[in-house]
């Protein structure tokens, strides 16, 4: 008899489908269980995350927007005086909710670029088609829907200037450190010397503080995990049993590294469709993401490996964020 692994099975799903079928057994077949953190947003999973930005305790959000609103003519002149005459690039531009303050003070200061908005939602890249030229009056813009890296090259197809690569939100720090490394190492080759990038990161501060971020009262960042396991059950016809479930943040503050995960209440058995059962032990936990805290030397460090030099950093009044710009070398 031949055994066909049920994962590789002939199925009548979508191929987006089959994709996130696939990555979710193969995270909960694991010896430690885990998630990939990008399926946490889908469209309930985008209004929790919405919502998770207007939370006091996540005060991410609010130290970046202070940043670009209150620096932005600082910003703009670093980016001038660094970079010349260039284009910019946004990896992941959402909204554009932060985005805009710079691209109106680039266009105040007279700045002649084009703005290419980068993002794998091609609702995102219409809407922002849609809304942003008349929120900017003047802006340039070219939307480019699809992997990061795989548009940085398509930018290349209309623009020879220098560019100035917007990465913002403290998203490096939903990779490893490891993982950051090489992202970054990766990006640097499609780049040439001379370009720059303005990326963010969440600073290392009182642990607490950073715990607070991703355990608000009102249990709204809970929520955003445990949508994943509703999803799960939407999209694969799972029977995830969410109030067996805890959601259990912490806070490493000699690695930085801010891990979530779910924590199995009991022992008990999920089914994901027909042919897959799970089994958890009691107080079994589920790793769902890594929000990766940094030091200033430590983001020094990671510029250093791959193949950027530091040349200004601007802060929010706490100095509990960062957004640092790197010249490629
Ligand atoms: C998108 N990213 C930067 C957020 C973070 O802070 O790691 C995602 C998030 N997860 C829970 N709260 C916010």
Redesign the pocket.
Known sequence: MTVIPTVFAPSKRKPATDTFYRDVVQGLSASQKYLD?KY?YDAAGDAL?QQ??QCHE?Y?TGCEMEIIRQQSSQIVKALQLYAGDFDLVELGAGDATKSVHLLQALIDNGVDYTYFPIDISANVISQLEKNLPAQVPGLQLHGLNGEYFHMLQQANNYTSKKKVILFM???I??FSVGAARSFCQQLRKYLQPGDLLLTGF?LKKHPQVILN??NDASGI?RD??FNLLHRINRELQADFDVTKFEHFPTYDPVTGA?K?YLISLEKQVVHIGEQQTIHFAENESIYM???QKYSLEETDQLAAYAGFKPVARFFDRKHWFTDCLWKCI
Request: with cysteine; proline share 4%; glycine share 8%.
């Open positions: 953190p946490f995350f998770i930005m996540y991410l939100g403290a998203n720090g939903n969440d971020a991703y960042t955003f995990n801010c979530s993401e890594i929000s």
